[in-house]
């Protein structure tokens, strides 16, 4: 009885909380993020931060506030002082490498440039008016996104198309394999047949090595109209997606469906064989020279060779 009250208690308070949840943000307009400007950059690299009030207007002689993650003080402007002039209070990490663009206040542009950007420079910005009537608050997501050098020079994280190898055939149908070396965020990967729809994901396997991630994801396909797959590569954060096909062969999947028949077959074929062995070894003993014996066991393990020659060149095809 008691337990039964606590549960009903329990859900009402999850849905108020997430009912609470939905409205404050609904209120804060941030759900689907249309006004979070999203901007990526590669460490190194400067950015400009975008902020312009709402109806252009001057801005020369009012207040902004740049600041990041709601608390460390980006950039404070003030009627003409401001971090680079005359105030304090700047964050140690942007000292030295934030300026505004002056000429552009009087058409209300509060934008920044953060020079010489680093990874942990990448967070959530707001830009901020708050003695304007109503006040004006920007939102910004800032990405840093790391390179890693080699000897050679600079190489940005986001991955070449993925490998898509044919792994086996089984019974099931073909196993395909898509594979993400070295990429930087952590990519997500799928498989989509050809009208796009996700085909469900055997095996996957993440590593990280150099701080960087290497991805592998398996499915099963069966024959379609297309015989087309997709192996799609997202790394949602700098927005970047890239992908691979690959058409199958038809007669791949004849050798799927052949694949238990044929073992089968090569199972009686072998049975048959040594039946018929024993059969002549016993009634032909006499009459049968070693000679010749030798030549028949030859013979059959030529002829069991060829027979798996078509399923291998299938699964090398790629
Ligand atoms: C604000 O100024 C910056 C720097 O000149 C520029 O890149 C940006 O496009 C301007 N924004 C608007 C809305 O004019
Ligand atoms: C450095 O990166 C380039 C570009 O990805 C690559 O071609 C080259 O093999 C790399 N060199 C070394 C020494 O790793
Ligand atoms: C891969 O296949 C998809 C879906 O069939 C198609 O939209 C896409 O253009 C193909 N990409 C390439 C590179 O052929």
């Not at 999850?14 to 941030?30: D, P, Y």
């Not at 990448?122 to 004006?136: E, M």
């Not at 796009?196 to 150099?210: C, D, F, N, W």
């Not at 020279?289 to 060149?313: C, H």
Request: proline share 4%; with cysteine.
């Amino acid at each position: 009885m008691l337990g039964l009250k606590t549960k009903k208690i329990q859900q009402r308070l999850f849905f108020w909380f997430c009912f609470i949840l939905s409205e404050f943000r609904k209120t804060n307009g941030r759900e689907n993020g249309p006004d979070v400007v999203k901007v990526v950059v590669f460490e190194g690299e400067d950015v400009i931060l975008p902020c312009s009030v709402n109806n252009k207007e001057n801005i020369e002689s009012k207040l902004f506030d740049w600041r990041k993650d709601g608390q460390k003080e980006v950039f404070r402007y003030d009627g003409g002082l401001h971090d680079n002039n005359g105030l304090s209070g700047q964050d140690e990490q942007f000292k030295g490498r934030v300026s505004l663009f002056k000429e552009q206040l009087k058409f209300g542009n509060a934008s920044i440039i953060i020079r010489n950007t680093e990874v942990t420079d990448s967070g959530d910005y707001t830009c901020d008016f708050p003695l304007l009537q109503p006040t004006q608050k920007f939102y910004i997501k800032l990405i840093v996104d790391r390179v890693f050098k080699n000897q050679s020079g600079q190489i940005p994280g986001a991955p070449p198309e993925p490998l898509i190898t044919v792994l086996k055939i089984t019974e099931q149908g073909v196993v395909l394999q898509c594979v993400v070396q070295w990429a930087f965020p952590e990519p997500t990967l799928q498989w989509r047949n050809s009208d796009g729809h996700i085909l469900p994901a055997e095996k996957t396997q993440v590593s990280k090595r150099g701080g960087r991630y290497d991805v592998i994801l398996q499915t099963t396909v069966t024959k379609t109209p297309t015989n087309c797959f997709t192996c799609e590569v997202r790394q949602e954060e700098i927005g970047h997606i890239v992908h691979r096909n690959i058409t199958l062969p038809e007669k791949l999947f004849e050798s799927c469906h052949s694949a238990g028949l044929f073992l089968g077959g090569l199972l009686a074929g072998v049975l048959i064989l040594a039946v018929v062995g024993t059969v002549v070894l016993l009634v032909g003993r006499n009459y049968i020279t070693i000679a010749w014996k030798n030549g028949s066991q030859q013979q059959g393990t030529d002829s069991s060779n060829t027979a798996a020659e078509p399923l291998r060149s299938g699964v090398e095809m790629t």
